[in-house]
Every structure is written in structure tokens, then in C-alpha cells.
């Protein structure tokens, strides 16, 4: 056994090639500024720190309290990619500012490479004068120190395989505030570099009745929510192609999916794309906001979003699709009202303590004796 361990651990290690360094903050900015320090802004929309989380970290480095290590991706360019410490970072270039005659203006770029507002500290819980404190308040000696503050880097090499960067990625999101399942997911997707993250964005946004029909809380849409659908949709539709495993959870069905089968939804985007916006028009016609709630003991669909529903009728309407070839020219709509709530009825029926997962095929099974 203890063999096996020790062999299984080798193993890993092989794959993962690092080195460790330190920078000066003044070094990493100018890596930055040069862009040989990939920040990836795409990221930044999936991270969610608060003032007093950026204050406190300001505070750290003022008060020279060690820091973290990061770990970044040494690319074949010769870059350095962030995988762990890009808020950290953000939150770094964001407070030191530019130039006072270039304005309030600090080192960090957003997404369309603008220069982001300089940060001001608030809601400090230091016993020091750091409130509304921003760069060019601290004066040349504290600037130079806050400069010569030293990070220390992890360094994963070009040679490591594609999947470490997101494997440490999902290992290493406890700090802060974490990220969701499909926040870490739109991250991998980024990674990947194959437009699968574009596609799932563009797919939420393709049509209104998707948008009319997902019942979900504010903050479920904060955390990307509804990229998690489409990614669902995405996924049903290749469910041929990998089935999963019912010991699996959702969010390990959905990793496994786009780690492993994401060239899949790449070929088949515009059947998908074309199924989606077949499906949510459907069923905004029939249902509306009622189209995933399901059915009361009186037999009426109220209640919050249930996405076992929303796997179920996806199902439904991606089989319609496929035993066509294409979105069918005419549909009689008191069978699908009836196929819809037989639907939904067989969802109210799953057993407690079955995985959803392991619930598809049983509702493969029953889509097939209806269409």
C-alpha cells in the first residue's frame, strides 16, 4: 500500500515542474506594465473583494506582514500567467497610482485596457491613520517601502500539463472570497483558449426568453448562474458522448465535461446554439416564468427554479431536435403542454438521496417513450 501511495505521489509530482523566486513590488509592476505579467482581466469579473479585504491587504504590506505565496504559469512566450494571487495583485496596482499630472488614474488596466481609478483605503480596522488613505498620501519613504515589499513566487514551468494550472487553481481558491463552481469553471474555460468561454457567455445571451424564464435570485446571477445553465444545456446536448458517472455531483459532472469533452461542444456550437434558442422560446411561449417550477401537490408549478426540471425539459427538447435534425417546423402544443407536465411529474417522483446525475439516464428513458 504504502508503496503505491508513494509511487501515485512521484508521479504527481513529476507533472507538476516549479521553481520559487521573489520579486521587489516594483518589479512585478514593471513586468506588468510590460506586459510580461499576464493578469488575464477576463478573470477579474469572478472575483469579489470587498473594500475592507483590499484595505486589510494594503495594511499588511504598510505593516510589512508576510504575504502568501503566488503561483504563476511560465508560458513558452516567456510570460508569467497568474493562477493564484491575481486579486491580490489587482488590489496592489489598483492602489499604487500614476503620476499625479497623468490624474487619479492607477497601474491597472480593465478589460478594455483603461486604466482603473486609483483605490482609496476605507473601512480599515488598524489602529493607524490608513483611512482614506490613498498612494500619494503616503509620502517618497513609505512609496519606496511599499515598492521594495518582496512577493514570493511559485513558478509552475511551460512543461506542465494544461490541466495543472486549473487543478491548482480550484485547490488554491480558499482564500478571500471564494469562487463559485461555475466561476472556477469560466476560468478553466478561459484557459483553454478555444472560445468555449465565449460561446457559453454568447449562449446565455442569445435569446430574451432564456433570460424571461430563469427565475433566479439576484445573487444567483452574481455568481454566474446563468453561464451555469447554458453549460448545462452544453453539456446534455454531448451527453452521448460522455454520460458521466452517478457517483458524480453537478459540479463534478460539469468539470469532467469541460475539462475533458469541451472540443465536443466546439463542434456541435451551432446545433446548440440553435437547439437553446429553439427550447427557451418554446417554452417561454407555453410556460414563462413557470417553465422550471415545479408541480404542487395541486397540481400547480410555483415555487423557486429546480434545475432537475430544467435538465429534464432540456432533454426533452434537445431529443426533438436531434430526431429531426432541426428545429421542427410545426409543434401541437397540447402534446408538449401534456409531455411537459408528465415531465415534470416524473421529477416530482425521483427518490430522495438519488443524485441527479444518476437520474439522466431514467430521464433519457422516459423523454424516448414520449417522442
Not at 508513494?6 to 506588468?32: D, F, G, P
Not at 453537478?250 to 475539462?259: C, G, R, T, W
Not at 429534464?312 to 417546423?329: D, G, H, Q
Request: aromatic share 12%; net charge neutral.
Amino acid at each position: 500500500m504504502t508503496y503505491y501511495l508513494n509511487e501515485s505521489v512521484n508521479k504527481l509530482k513529476k507533472v507538476i515542474h516549479t521553481t520559487q523566486t521573489t520579486y521587489s513590488i516594483a518589479e512585478i509592476l514593471s513586468l506588468y506594465r510590460d506586459n510580461e505579467l499576464i493578469l488575464r482581466p477576463q478573470y477579474q469579473r469572478f472575483f469579489r473583494w470587498s473594500p475592507l479585504q483590499k484595505a486589510k491587504l494594503i495594511e499588511s504590506i504598510l505593516l510589512e506582514i508576510p504575504m502568501p505565496i503566488f503561483f504563476v504559469y511560465s508560458t513558452s512566450k516567456g510570460t508569467f500567467e497568474v493562477i493564484d494571487g491575481l486579486q491580490r495583485l489587482s488590489t496592489i496596482f489598483e492602489f499604487i497610482a500614476q503620476p499625479i499630472t497623468e490624474g487619479p488614474k492607477s497601474f491597472l488596466r480593465d478589460e478594455n485596457d483603461n486604466f482603473k481609478e486609483a483605490l482609496k483605503l476605507n473601512l480599515t480596522e488598524s489602529k493607524l491613520e490608513f483611512e482614506n488613505l490613498g498612494w500619494h498620501d503616503l509620502g517618497i519613504e513609505l512609496q519606496r517601502k511599499f515598492k521594495q515589499y518582496r512577493l514570493v513566487l511559485s513558478v509552475i514551468k511551460d512543461t506542465s500539463e494544461e490541466n495543472t494550472k486549473y487543478d491548482l487553481f480550484q485547490r488554491l481558491n480558499s482564500g478571500g472570497t471564494p469562487l463559485s463552481g461555475q466561476e472556477s469553471r469560466n476560468c478553466l474555460m478561459i484557459m483553454l483558449k478555444d472560445g468555449l468561454y465565449e460561446f457559453i457567455s454568447g449562449l446565455r445571451e442569445s435569446t430574451d426568453s432564456f433570460k424571461e424564464i430563469i427565475d433566479i435570485s439576484e445573487n444567483q446571477k452574481y455568481q454566474s448562474y446563468p453561464d451555469e445553465l447554458a453549460t448545462w444545456f452544453s453539456a446534455l446536448f454531448i451527453y452521448d458522448d460522455y454520460s458521466g458517472n452517478k457517483n458524480q455531483n453537478s459540479e463534478e459532472y460539469l468539470d469532467a465535461v469541460i475539462k475533458n469533452h469541451f472540443t465536443k461542444i466546439i463542434e456541435h456550437k451551432i446545433n446548440i446554439k440553435e437547439c437553446f434558442t429553439f427550447t427557451m422560446t418554446t417554452l417561454n411561449k407555453l410556460k414563462g416564468k413557470q417553465a422550471f417550477k415545479m408541480l404542487s401537490s395541486k397540481g400547480i408549478e410555483s415555487g423557486a427554479f429546480n434545475l432537475t426540471c430544467f435538465i429534464a425539459l432540456s432533454l426533452y427538447f434537445i431529443s426533438i431536435y436531434k430526431k429531426n435534425n432541426l428545429v421542427p417546423e410545426e409543434l401541437d402544443q397540447e402534446t408538449l403542454e401534456k409531455d411537459i407536465k408528465t415531465m415534470k411529474e416524473f421529477v416530482t417522483s425521483k427518490p430522495r438521496g438519488i443524485r441527479t446525475i444518476a437520474f439522466i439516464p431514467e430521464l433519457s428513458r422516459k423523454i424516448n417513450e414520449l417522442c
